[in-house]
């Protein structure tokens, strides 16, 4: 599928597939409940887990991220592109649904330069939530080939190349500066 038919999926309330900058990501658009949803069972992911939030910018992650409760410092460690690729544990904002932050007064956010993620938020107009690309137990697809072989051949699939990152992004958190994830 090309871009535009990927936007309609998201904004359908269905489950897609994105190249990022290691494996692909499944992701729906976090406004959805009902896409949530999908993607939850899909992955078999419980709820309390939560989900990471990718964008090309900060400012998509406004309706998500408590940005008040940021130092300057903070705010700028959090507002670059690290190699490898980081995930932040941040404040989130009290009235997010549950489904987007799990058991968690945080959320994860990841700014991501990957052409194809930016071209999704930026035409889509929001974030996107961001899980890897693969069913419970299997590895996550690093072609859209592998998506296709573990979701079938009428997933919608954003038909693009993962970037050269070897390993999915590392997590840590913003307050301690500790990894989570080794990436």
Same mark, same amino acid.
């Given at each position: 599928?090309n871009?535009?038919q990927i936007?309609?999926?998201l !904004?359908?309330?269905?489950? #897609? *597939?994105?190249?990022t900058?290691?494996?692909?990501g !499944?992701?729906c658009?976090?406004?959805?409940?009902?896409?949530i949803? %999908?993607? /939850?069972? /899909?992955? @078999? %992911?419980? +709820?309390?887990?939560? /989900? +990471?939030? +990718? *964008?090309?910018?900060l400012?998509?992650?406004?309706?998500?991220?408590?940005?008040?409760?940021l130092?300057?410092?903070?705010?700028? %460690?959090l507002?670059?592109?690290?190699?490898? &690729?980081? $995930?932040?544990?941040?404040?989130v @904002?009290?009235?997010?649904p549950? !489904?987007?932050?799990g058991?968690?007064? $945080?959320i994860? +956010?990841?700014l991501?330069?990957h052409?194809?993620?930016?071209?999704?938020?930026e035409?889509? @107009?929001?974030? /996107?939530?961001? $899980?890897s690309a693969? !069913?419970?137990?299997?590895?996550p &697809?690093r $072609?859209?080939?592998?998506?296709?072989?573990?979701?079938?051949k009428?997933?919608?699939?954003?038909? =693009?190349?993962?970037? =050269? &990152?070897k390993?999915?992004?590392? #997590?840590?958190?913003l307050?301690t500066n500790? #990894?989570?994830?080794? =990436?």
């Amino acid at each position: 599928m090309n871009t535009q038919q990927i936007i309609a999926a998201l !904004l359908n309330d269905e489950v #897609i *597939a994105y190249p990022t900058e290691a494996v692909f990501g !499944l992701g729906c658009n976090p406004y959805s409940e009902t896409a949530i949803q %999908r993607l /939850l069972a /899909l992955k @078999k %992911r419980p +709820i309390e887990k939560g /989900l +990471i939030l +990718i *964008a090309p910018a900060l400012h998509y992650f406004q309706d998500f991220v408590d940005l008040e409760a940021l130092t300057d410092e903070q705010y700028q %460690r959090l507002n670059q592109l690290y190699t490898p &690729a980081t $995930t932040w544990i941040v404040p989130v @904002k009290m009235d997010v649904p549950r !489904l987007v932050r799990g058991k968690f007064d $945080t959320i994860a +956010i990841r700014l991501c330069a990957h052409p194809d993620v930016t071209a999704l938020c930026e035409r889509g @107009k929001m974030p /996107l939530i961001s $899980t890897s690309a693969n !069913l419970t137990g299997k590895e996550p &697809a690093r $072609t859209y080939a592998e998506v296709y072989q573990q979701f079938g051949k009428d997933f919608p699939v954003l038909e =693009g190349q993962v970037g =050269g &990152a070897k390993n999915p992004s590392q #997590i840590k958190d913003l307050f301690t500066n500790q #990894i989570v994830r080794q =990436g």
